[in-house]
């Protein structure tokens, strides 16, 4: 799915000149340096149903990856127009890319993504056939209306629960009941209204019929991710023109009511020393926020293209954080750590490539 930017003119300068080799117009096009906030949404919504990464998360992560270039592809396609006007720099306009071959990317991709989800099992396909549903209809329909910022937000959330539904249908140990088996997990949560209250389940086999179906237990983590995209596309939507200091200061309010209270439960309560889990998810919380905290607070200050095009720019990269601290909350340090590692490697080819 494409990244919380509406796809309209961003005011950057050029990634590539003119003369560039195909592959960089390509890369250009695809938006390669946000391709690192992709992999941890399946993984994120793998562990956050209580469940190991298997064949079937690779499979979700790699129908993500699918999904989110024909997203690309197929956004500059729909604006190609527009383009040609407030950015001809862009591949299509400056005929570095042809648009006919941008189409045809997007479907192709679109097509590879929904075998790759075929290929773990029915949920995970009708998972990815709504997320490319969702995909293709804010592109082409729903990008410049009210229902657009919803449409991102929705996209993005599916995409994480499609991690969930492909590591299910993959395997016995992607079933429920081997879930329900696995042991014991703490789940920490912002305790905000778009999650669960911070909880311990334990699973023993006897209780394996009543464990909860993985799609559904990672429905809050996907809220979460969901509104976190909610809040940075709304500042999207004013960052080719400027606008007011509301969209950021509310993607601000969003951060705070997602990262603070897991933050705080890495204090612990009085008189009781938190878990280890615990104090992890508070520290990737932590980078979560601080990883947003400055551009935001930038834009509200001063609303003006390009700062508010760094707040979404911030916006786009602070989804890897946010799904290692998911992925922390749910019990999954292994899986969290190395999450994070992927933050420096997209800001390091987001100064190549914009993400926007």
Request: charged letters at 10%; a positive charge.
């Amino acid at each position: 799915m494409p990244p919380p930017g509406t796809g309209r003119p961003d005011g950057a300068a050029p990634t590539a000149p003119r003369g560039a080799g195909r592959a960089s117009a390509w890369a250009e096009l695809l938006r390669v340096s946000a391709l690192f906030t992709v992999p941890g949404d399946a993984l994120a919504g793998a562990v956050a149903a209580g469940l190991r990464p298997n064949r079937g998360t690779a499979l979700a992560v790699g129908a993500s990856l699918c999904l989110y270039e024909a997203g690309m592809a197929l956004n500059d396609w729909a604006d190609r127009d527009i383009d040609a006007v407030e950015r001809p720099h862009r591949p299509l306009p400056s005929g570095r890319v042809a648009p006919a071959a941008a189409l045809a990317a997007a479907g192709g991709l679109t097509a590879a993504a929904l075998a790759l989800a075929s290929a773990a099992g029915r949920p995970a396909l009708a998972t990815a056939t709504a997320l490319a549903g969702t995909v293709w209809a804010y592109d082409l329909a729903l990008k410049n209306t009210p229902a657009g910022p919803l449409s991102m937000a929705a996209a993005r959330a599916l995409d994480l629960l499609l991690g969930a539904a492909a590591t299910a249908g993959s395997g016995a140990s992607g079933s429920p009941a081997a879930a329900a088996t696995a042991g014991t997990r703490t789940a920490f949560a912002p305790g905000s209204a778009l999650a669960t209250a911070g909880r311990t389940r334990t699973a023993p086999t006897a209780r394996a019929a009543h464990a909860p179906h993985p799609v559904r237990a990672a429905l809050p983590s996907a809220a979460l991710l969901g509104a976190h995209t909610l809040a940075v596309t709304g500042i999207s939507r004013h960052e080719a023109q400027g606008g007011s200091s509301a969209a950021p200061l509310a993607a601000l309010a969003v951060t705070t009511g997602i990262a603070g209270p897991l933050v705080r439960a890495g204090a612990g309560r009085p008189g009781r020393r938190p878990s280890a889990a615990a104090v992890v998810t508070a520290s990737l919380a932590a980078v979560y926020g601080a990883a947003v905290a400055r551009p935001y607070a930038h834009a509200v200050l001063n609303p003006s293209p390009p700062l508010l095009q760094r707040a979404v720019g911030g916006g786009i990269r602070a989804m890897i954080p946010l799904q290692a601290t998911l992925a922390a909350r749910a019990g999954s340090v292994r899986t969290a750590l190395p999450l994070l590692a992927l933050l420096p490697v997209a800001r390091r080819l987001s100064r190549k490539v914009s993400p926007t």
